[in-house]
């Protein structure tokens, strides 16, 4: 698949995010970039997306609606799941990308995704690290964990916009 510049350019600001210092930033960055990417999911899916904005919705109804449009399921409880991190690092002061909460982050993935997340953390500690053993996905620090989770989520997301682009009659 021909991957268009403007999905490469997303992607390197997407990743620019996740790397940011700030744990309240990579939650909240990483969720909006998502929300947009489920927006132009809708967009391509859509008959009449101008509508859409008239609806007002709020993420979760997104989620919703781009899944009974043709969103794979398998994308739901964690695209749900990380839009309850994201409330959670909107609300609370004291909110941490804890061990347990990127733990029941993951727990919310397909097994095939889970295995997309632990080959990009191996990806990315064997370009940093590779003269040290990669340790097992559930040992990571839980940002790199979250880092992996949010790269798989918006492939995932990237993937159904282009297969999306890919079938569309031409004119």
């Not at 690092?89 to 889970?114: M, N, Q, V, W």
């Not at 990806?123 to 003269?131: A, G, I, M, N």
């Amino acid at each position: 698949m021909n991957i268009p510049d403007s999905v490469r350019e997303s992607t390197v600001e997407f990743v620019a995010d996740l790397v940011a210092e700030d744990p309240t930033t990579r939650v909240v960055r990483s969720h909006t970039r998502i929300d947009k990417a489920i927006e132009a999911f809708l967009d391509k899916h859509l008959k009449y997306g101008e509508y859409k904005s008239k609806l007002r919705l709020e993420y979760a109804q997104k989620v919703a609606l781009a899944l009974a449009v043709g969103l794979p399921k398998e994308l739901q409880t964690p695209l749900n799941s990380l839009g309850k991190l994201r409330n959670d690092f909107a609300h609370e002061l004291d909110s941490a990308l804890s061990d347990s909460r990127i733990t029941a982050l993951y727990e919310c993935l397909s097994p095939g995704l889970k295995d997309q997340a632990q080959a990009i953390a191996r990806d990315l500690w064997h370009s940093h690290q590779p003269e040290v053993a990669y340790p097992k996905f559930e040992k990571l620090d839980p940002i790199d964990r979250f880092i992996s989770i949010s790269v798989i989520l918006w492939n995932a997301l990237q993937s159904a916009i282009l297969s999306c682009a890919d079938s569309l009659p031409s004119a």
